[in-house]
């Protein structure tokens, strides 16, 4: 089996859609502000799907320029604009700005990307509010296949603070057994070999082939990468699909995660 | 090897106590204060050895009865009050209120048990401030003994939000390999016998035998629990200590959790 996050994704799209047009009927346009500080290539890139994502979807969405020196400032205007329901804070800051102080700063009602330290908090506390896309996307998709979670054992390879840490999190809450493997552990293929289902967020181009992987295990693809110009995942897909399911990329969690930060614009609406 | 917290516990109250001598010099009283509003048994016995540490060290200590009629002013007062530097917001809370909408108000430069949605992100951000207090306390139980956690394998045993799930992301940040379980875990013998470093918290008294461990693993135990009017841990003490290091209950990471929120006190003097 393949999990299609395209098809997903667009069922959270098409419920977006309605809930952008039952807002505009109260006079509400839900509002996305990024505050971007670079202009690199994969930041245009990303900037670029999300702006077309609000124009589908009647998000309004613009980005500010914004530098260390006034960096404080903007989040601070964005926090009081009353207009303004979500703000991105496009990494990588400024140099010289501690990321972290600048997210403690940000309206955890206007966080759209669940970054804040509460908005983290939350999860951890099983209440969830704006959670993390990507961490979210790939629960929803492990979701709408209905692949059972409860007693499940889960390996996860890496523990970033998007992905591995916030992921581990609301698997424990679906009752799933968790581990978190990452570049210091030790035997990597027993953990990855064990899963039920397997999780793997570490950008290494096509690595996990079949032998990592358990036959009939659930395989959650969230590695992006570009190799000759060609978008593949960490996993290797064709190798895998022979013994697992495997979500695509493209078309797999990345798709999903677009979809849900639409969808957190317009829960950050009705949050505020 | 017996792990013993008691040794661990003693050298941090010697380093509380030197610092609010500095305070006192300073003209600043440590000052804690515990809201209150159930009076069983065990909450008068933990509050008595609260109270017990402050007066040792010079933290100035009160209590303040509350209601679910006044408990959020109360917050708010506590929050207010600058001469305040640690608040304590007994469990439970009084019948009708939401535990967790009175925590995520409570100022957190004050929230010496770490329990608030913005110290729990915190440690998921992987920049700790105020911490669990028993969390805290199991890892430097272990690296007061140096027992080393980069590629270890750790298997802890209990999900709660004051424990293991803060555990786990702390352990996580010093390399190791973590695998949470739980009452839903399928086989759980085998992933404590997997464990170089095992931590059971979930107030099972001495259910975990020598049959549960490897050969030469560091054992945590973190239950509390009374039989027979004495107090045990979730660990079988004399079957584990013939195979295993293991901590004692009571004298093991007990001893350490007060010492710890004793230091968050002072530590909430040099945040505010």
Chains 1, 2 share one sequence.
């Not at 670029?48 to 009647?58: A, P, V």
Request: some cysteine.
């Amino acid at each position: 089996m393949v999990l299609d996050g395209v098809a997903l994704a667009n069922k959270i799209k098409r419920e977006v859609q309605k809930e952008v047009k039952h807002l505009k009927i109260k006079g509400i346009i839900p509002t996305l502000r990024c505050l971007v500080s670079s202009n690199d290539r994969s930041t245009r890139v990303y900037l670029n799907s999300i702006k077309h994502n609000c124009d589908k979807l009647g998000i309004d969405y613009a980005e500010i320029g914004t530098d260390s020196e006034n960096i404080i400032k903007d989040v601070e205007m964005l926090n009081n604009d009353d207009k303004v329901h979500g703000v991105m804070l496009m990494h990588p800051v400024p140099e010289g700005v501690n990321e972290i102080s600048v997210l403690s700063m940000l309206d955890p009602k206007k966080d759209v990307e669940g970054r804040t330290p509460e908005n983290l908090g939350k999860i951890l506390l099983n209440v969830p509010s704006l959670v993390p896309c990507t961490a979210q996307a790939a629960v929803e998709l492990l979701e709408y296949y209905d692949v059972p979670l409860k007693g499940a054992n889960v390996t996860i390879v890496g523990r970033s603070t998007t992905v591995g840490k916030p992921l581990s999190l609301l698997l424990m809450s679906r009752d799933a057994t968790v581990t978190v493997c990452h570049s210091k552990t030790r035997n990597l293929v027993e953990a990855t070999k064990h899963a039920d289902v397997l999780v793997v967020a570490i950008g290494k181009p096509q690595m996990f082939d079949a032998s990592w992987v358990k036959e009939g295990a659930i395989v959650i693809d969230i590695g992006i990468n570009v190799v000759n110009g060609r978008v593949v995942g960490d996993v290797d897909f064709d190798s895998v699909s022979k013994k697992a399911s495997v979500s695509r990329v493209p078309g797999g969690v990345g798709s999903v995660t677009n979809a849900v930060l639409m969808r957190n614009v317009v829960k950050s609406v009705q949050l505020i």
